[in-house]
């Protein structure tokens, strides 16, 4: 039996394709919000550091009605980092739509997202979207799009997918790629028609699975998932168990909340049938991937493993000189408590506290991006804290050290390919084709993660600021060899006290700077990138020593060249082996492990 009136489809794409804006043009002709009811741009992005970078971080939940028919729409994320979201996500619909741009085409997270789909026999609406863009190119993205569902080995029926073409900014929406719509209709009714009813066995004991967390102050965990089975009232006696953990001890709880999801708004119900996704609090330790069952049938159901990280970081309280100046937050029992909050509600993150060390924390997870919004989300909130550079996890298979590879595609200015090409083989990357794109190069290469790091700086140097770059987790393989990270050394900081312009500008002749005068500084702490291989000592607290005997022309203004503002990112990317980053609400210091000059010398000579 099929639940008629429900039909649940996830939106997946690559990021920057236009998902989140297609959800908001669907809300709006949804009938969702009221006729004169004011909107934001990108509704579903709410979180501060969505909105700024305009991504989507978190896979997030919305209800439509169209014709009598709920449609539960789940705009999941485009970032490969995010890519856990969006496999368990799959889990809980009947379908997908296939957001593509009409100029870029298929990009690794779309070709990603899109095996997942077709693994689980979902049925895939392929839209085209961006139709408007003056550099499209609708026909050669339809004969992509055809090959990479070919590659995917996907089936007759999901070959024959129908296509769509639209402009989610404009709202409009068509079923041929030479004529514009007037409105999303189209869309709305091949969902109806093309996308399943979810099964609904009513009579059978209640069963759901957990695809989703949210994490709220006042009542904790909320579990999010499809209801696959039977009907779940308020106050329900309910088990959990574990498909994985089929040993671990029954839980026992009850469903003291339950929620429907509604246009934006979470509306509290008292019962929920199945096929219908639903929301529901009670249960303090449920995590995703358990199943919630009736006692009377406790079965639990199969749930693929999350993808473990690939990638690492040290967090550990500040010890900087400077420490304790800025942040609200700053013992490591405050780092300890934030860190493992964070798992609660970000299950691609694994937090590892260090034997024999109280202050510091392993924290894996599965990009720099991961990493980087974990660390703004906790600067925000007044967090004082270090991060050492990003390591890569290795893995033994078959008795060799094995490192995880990523697919890597980038789009660039044909002029430029060459570069492009020389640097990532510097860096183990094997080019695995490449096809011109009108008079650019698109080219795809298996490289190291850890020949990543830093890269970005350089790729985007080499193409004038016009290239495109993405990567996804493909795959481990036997370990490479090692990679130079960085060509030159670093620009260190000999005295405490606080950069004048007579020492800096002593010091932009060495190399180039990250500070300008009167900033607070410290021995050891990094202020330039040095013009030669080795790390280079700098006074840039020094002053010009006044005497009556100088010449009439030598106190003329000094001229500093202005400094490179340093992002997270880059921040991040700069980080060589033996250097950490302070990370405060106001500042971001890059420094060396061993502050005093001395002691480092004599622990990079070996000397104790």
Do not use: W
């Amino acid at each position: 039996m099929q639940n008629e009136q429900i039909r649940n489809v996830a939106i997946i794409a690559h990021v920057d394709h236009g998902k989140t804006t297609l959800v908001d043009q669907m809300l709006r002709q949804g009938g969702v919000y009221r006729a004169n009811q004011e909107v934001v741009d990108r509704v579903m992005d709410s979180g501060d550091l969505e909105r700024e970078r305009g991504i989507t971080i978190l896979a997030k939940n919305t209800a439509i009605d169209y014709k009598g028919v709920k449609i539960n729409i789940v705009d999941t994320p485009g970032h490969a980092d995010f890519g856990g979201e969006v496999e368990r996500i799959l889990k809980m619909v009947n379908g997908v739509i296939l957001l593509v741009d009409a100029a870029e085409g298929p990009m690794p997270q779309t070709r990603f997202v899109l095996s997942r789909a077709l693994e689980l026999g979902h049925r895939v609406i392929v839209v085209v979207n961006k139709i408007d863009r003056p550099d499209q190119r609708i026909h050669a993205v339809i004969d992509e799009i055809l090959e990479l569902l070919m590659d995917l080995n996907a089936t007759a029926e999901q070959l024959d997918s129908p296509m769509l073409f639209c402009s989610a900014r404009q709202g409009i929406c068509s079923y041929s790629p030479d004529e514009l719509g007037t409105d999303l209709k189209p869309l709305f009714e091949t969902i109806l028609e093309y996308i399943p009813a979810p099964e609904a066995e009513v009579d059978k004991p209640f069963q759901m699975l957990v695809s989703s967390i949210d994490y709220n102050d006042f009542v904790g965990r909320i579990a999010i998932g499809r209801i696959e089975q039977g009907t779940l009232r308020q106050n329900q006696e309910i088990s959990v168990c574990n498909y994985h953990a089929p040993e671990a001890e029954l839980r026992k709880a009850k469903a003291t909340a339950i929620y429907e999801f509604d246009g934006l708004d979470r509306k509290p119900i008292t019962e929920a049938t199945a096929g219908n996704i639903i929301a529901m609090s009670g249960i303090p330790d449920i995590t995703i991937g358990d199943t919630i069952c009736d006692p009377t049938y406790v079965e639990a159901l199969p749930f693929v493993k999350i993808s473990k990280p690939t990638m690492e970081m040290t967090f550990s309280i500040n010890d900087s000189p400077y420490a304790g100046r800025e942040g609200k937050y700053v013992t490591s029992r405050n780092l300890r408590d934030r860190l493992f909050k964070e798992m609660l509600k970000d299950v691609s993150l694994k937090v590892m506290e260090i034997p024999g060390a109280t202050d510091s924390f392993n924290v894996a997870g599965r990009g720099e991006m991961h990493f980087s919004i974990l660390i703004e989300t906790m600067r925000r909130e007044g967090y004082e804290f270090q991060v050492s550079p990003p390591r890569v996890l290795y893995q033994e298979i078959d008795g060799k050290k094995c490192e995880p590879i990523e697919r890597l595609v980038v789009d660039v200015p044909a002029e430029t390919i060459g570069a492009v090409i020389e640097k990532l083989g510097q860096r183990k990357g094997d080019m695995v084709e490449m096809t011109p794109v009108g008079d650019r190069m698109k080219a795809e290469f298996l490289i190291p993660a850890r020949g990543l790091f830093g890269y970005r700086n350089d790729f985007m140097t080499d193409t004038k600021g016009e290239g495109i770059m993405a990567s996804v987790f493909d795959s481990y393989a036997p370990y490479r060899g090692d990679i130079q990270r960085r060509g030159m050394g670093s620009l260190v900081c000999s005295e405490t006290g606080e950069s004048i312009t007579y020492g800096l500008y002593n010091a932009q002749e060495r190399g180039s700077l990250f500070i300008g005068a009167g900033l607070p500084v410290y021995e050891g702490m990094v202020i330039g990138l040095a013009n030669r291989g080795e790390d280079i000592t700098v006074n840039a607290c020094k002053k010009k020593q006044l005497t009556n005997t100088r010449a009439s022309g030598s106190d003329d203004a000094l001229r500093l060249v202005p400094p490179k503002q340093m992002s997270l990112e880059q921040c991040m990317e700069f980080l060589a082996d033996d250097e950490l980053l302070e990370v405060t609400p106001k500042s971001l210091r890059i420094r060396k492990r061993i502050l005093n000059h001395e002691q480092r010398m004599k622990s990079m000579h070996g000397k104790k």
